[in-house]
């Protein structure tokens, strides 16, 4: 078996190839990735369930728009909570995955980590691949590789993230930002 470098942290941005509709011009930030496979959270599918509807502690810590975003088609009927604590130590419930964004345990007291939360999202289900799924994928174009930024996680207007990615790329991926929706009404 091949090694598999890891992207955790990154973004996976989808090609507007990509025909997946669960993907379609999603943004995907990448919170495990390793042999065993990969698990991550798309960024920009605002649900319009509201957090205090299902996590109601939790309802005045959730950045704008405070709503549950859906993660992916995995596990819809759980809930991640990713946030961005600046600095180098994090509070008891909240466990770093790359810089300063990391994964919050919902179950735990949100006043635990009030004070020291940058930004906070809340996600029902995720994103999955089985080992070797992810780099198929990646090999067959699906998918463009890019940094992730901690602003990411709460881009204040989720459905112009997939753009805003790309725009600022330093390469030729900064013009696929200007691909249109339906490329037939060109």
Do not use: C, K
């Amino acid at each position: 078996m091949t090694e598999v470098s890891s992207l955790t942290g990154r973004l996976l941005v989808a090609t507007p190839a990509l025909a997946d509709p669960n993907f379609d011009r999603a943004v995907v930030l990448l919170l495990d990735h390793d042999e065993q496979g990969s698990l991550g959270v798309v960024l920009n599918r605002p649900t319009p369930v509201g957090v205090g509807d299902i996590l109601l502690p939790w309802a005045t810590l959730a950045g704008d728009p405070g709503v549950v975003f859906q993660g992916g088609p995995v596990g819809l009927d759980s809930a991640l909570g990713v946030a961005v604590i600046p600095g180098e130590e994090g509070p008891l419930g909240w466990r770093r995955v790359y810089g300063a964004i990391g994964l919050v345990d919902l179950e735990a007291p949100p006043e635990l980590l009030a004070a020291a939360l940058g930004s906070l999202r809340i996600f029902a289900g995720y994103s999955g691949w089985g080992p070797g799924q992810l780099e198929v994928e990646l090999g067959d174009g699906a998918w463009y590789v890019v940094e992730s930024e901690p602003g990411d996680v709460s881009f204040p207007d989720p459905e112009r993230l997939w753009r805003a990615v790309l725009r600022r790329q330093r390469s030729e991926l900064a013009m696929v930002a200007t691909y249109p929706d339906d490329p037939l009404l060109n």
